[in-house]
């Protein structure tokens, strides 16, 4: 089963970055996507960045788009996040996911929760203003 682990969260200003990174472990297989999605208090977890497995495409929430950028490390089995430009909207938990062998992103949509399977813990994001 793979697992994810989630570190560089933090707190930070308006207006200030912030990089997380996500590493796979337990491998026995790659994700065909892999993805950051984000639950601020009292919200409902949402899509946040996605990427594919060969990282040919990538997917933002609006929210996020020109600020935020996902990449992957196929390497280190690792996914990141950059975030720039950081707002106080963007504070949340947040967490990568990955699917399970043979499933697609593309079916139900990349940005839905639903659509994916193994979850890490998530690492918490505060932007003060």
């Known amino acids: 089963q793979m697992q994810l682990e989630e570190s560089g969260g933090g707190s930070v200003q308006a207006g200030g970055s912030l990089r997380l990174s996500c590493v796979a472990s337990?491998?026995?297989?790659?994700?065909?996507?892999m993805g950051w999605f984000r639950q601020g208090a009292g919200k409902a977890r949402e899509g946040v960045a996605v990427?594919?497995?060969?990282?040919?495409?990538?997917y933002y929430a609006d929210s996020v788009k020109g600020r935020f950028t996902i990449s992957q490390d196929n390497v280190k089995n690792a996914l990141y996040l950059q975030m720039h430009s950081l707002e106080p909207e963007d504070s949340a938990t947040y967490s990568c996911?990955?699917?399970?062998?043979?499933?697609?992103?593309?079916?139900?949509?990349?940005?839905?929760?639903?659509?994916?399977?193994?979850w890490g813990q998530g690492t918490q994001v505060t932007v003060s203003s």
């Open positions: 996911a990955a699917l399970r062998p043979l499933r697609s992103c593309l079916v139900r949509g990349p940005l839905e929760v639903e659509t994916f399977d193994i």
């Open positions: 990427i594919t497995g060969g990282g040919g495409r990538t």
């Open positions: 337990g491998l026995t297989y790659r994700s065909n996507c």
